[in-house]
């Protein structure tokens, strides 16, 4: 199970990735509804968003597995845990984002709070 765990948040993590490098390439999001068509087209022809589609169904198909498998407060509070840890490093070392000392606090808070999630017995 935790084989799946981590493939489900890896492949999270490399679609939300995928998504944001799509978003680079299209610019600053529409201000406009009058503006949104336009965007959407730019993002309907981008190889990016095609490939995070595709990471993100394959996502869905490895819940579809886990839910079936696990308790889904359990499943998604563990995935999440992960994800977010996960999400927040890749995002610094490939796009240089960064988080504040607070924000990086509230995920270490979360984590130990997905860690007592995922070992109590019912």
Request: hydrophobic share 55%; charged share 5%.
């Amino acid at each position: 199970m935790k084989t799946l765990f981590v493939a489900f948040t890896v492949n999270a993590v490399l679609s939300q990735l995928l998504l944001r490098r799509a978003t680079l390439d299209l610019g600053r999001p529409p201000t406009s509804v009058a503006a949104l068509p336009h965007f959407m087209g730019q993002a309907a022809l981008s190889p990016w968003i095609y490939a995070a589609l595709i990471l993100q169904v394959f996502g869905y198909v490895l819940w579809l597995v886990i839910v079936a498998r696990e308790k889904l407060g359990v499943a998604t509070a563990t995935i999440g845990a992960g994800f977010y840890v996960l999400m927040a490093l890749t995002a610094w070392l490939i796009y240089g984002e960064t988080l504040s000392p607070l924000q990086w606090t509230g995920i270490v808070l979360i984590t130990c709070g997905v860690a007592c999630v995922s070992q109590g017995q019912v």
